[in-house]
C-alpha cells in the first residue's frame, strides 16, 4: 500500500527526510509477490547498509513488520545491518585458502587494522569480511577489495605482501581526503 506523501517519512526519524530513492525502489516493487528482498537488496545498494531508520520506513511502506525485515537482513549474508568502510576486504577462508595459509593472513589484517571480522577500522577505511570462497583458488591464498572504483583480486598473498597492500590502499585514502 503505497503511501500518499513521498516526502514525509513515516517511520517517525528525524534522520530519513530523503527517502526519494527509497521510495522509488518500493513504489517499483510494492505490488510484486516476494518484494522484500529485492526492496533490501536495492535499498541496501542506495545506502550502502540497511539502518533501522531505513528498516522502520520499509516496513511503515511496505506493511512488513520490521522483526520480518531484520529476520530477513539477519538470514542471508549479504545484507549489512552497520555502515562498511570505504574498502571492503573479503578474505577468501575456502579449503585451497586455509591450506594455502589464509588464517595467517587473516591474523596479518587484523593485527594490522586492528579490527577482526566483521569490523570496521575507526577510520572508516577499511572493512574485513571472511567469505566461503572467492573462486580463484589457483590464487590461494587471496583476498577481493571492493571501493567505489571497483574491485581488486589479490593471489598468492604473504603476510609482507598484504601489509604492504594496506598501507598502500590507506595511504591514497589519506591523501584523497586530504
Do not use: W
Amino acid at each position: 500500500m503505497p503511501r500518499e506523501n513521498k516526502t514525509e517519512c513515516l517511520c517517525g526519524s528525524s534522520e530519513c527526510s530523503n527517502y526519494a530513492g527509497l521510495d522509488a525502489i518500493i513504489d517499483k516493487y510494492i505490488d510484486m509477490e516476494g518484494n522484500l528482498i529485492i526492496i533490501l537488496q536495492e535499498a541496501q545498494e542506495l545506502f550502502g547498509y540497511l539502518s533501522r531508520d531505513t528498516v522502520a520506513h520499509i516496513s511503515k511502506r511496505t506493511g512488513h513488520a520490521q522483526a520480518k525485515i531484520f529476520g530477513v537482513a539477519t538470514f542471508y549474508a549479504q545484507f549489512r545491518l552497520s555502515p562498511i568502510g570505504q574498502n571492503l576486504i573479503m578474505l577468501c577462508q575456502g579449503t585451497a585458502c586455509h591450506v594455502n595459509g589464509s588464517e595467517a593472513i587473516e591474523k596479518v589484517i587484523c593485527d594490522e587494522l586492528g579490527i577482526k571480522d566483521g569490523e570496521t577500522t575507526e577510520d572508516g577505511i577499511f572493512t574485513l569480511n571472511n567469505v566461503a570462497c572467492l573462486g580463484c583458488c589457483s590464487l590461494a591464498p587471496v583476498m577481493m577489495i571492493q571501493n567505489a572504483q571497483g574491485e581488486e583480486t589479490y593471489g598468492k598473498l604473504t603476510q609482507e605482501g598484504v601489509i604492504g597492500i594496506l598501507r598502500e590502499i590507506k595511504a591514497r585514502a589519506v591523501a584523497q581526503s586530504a
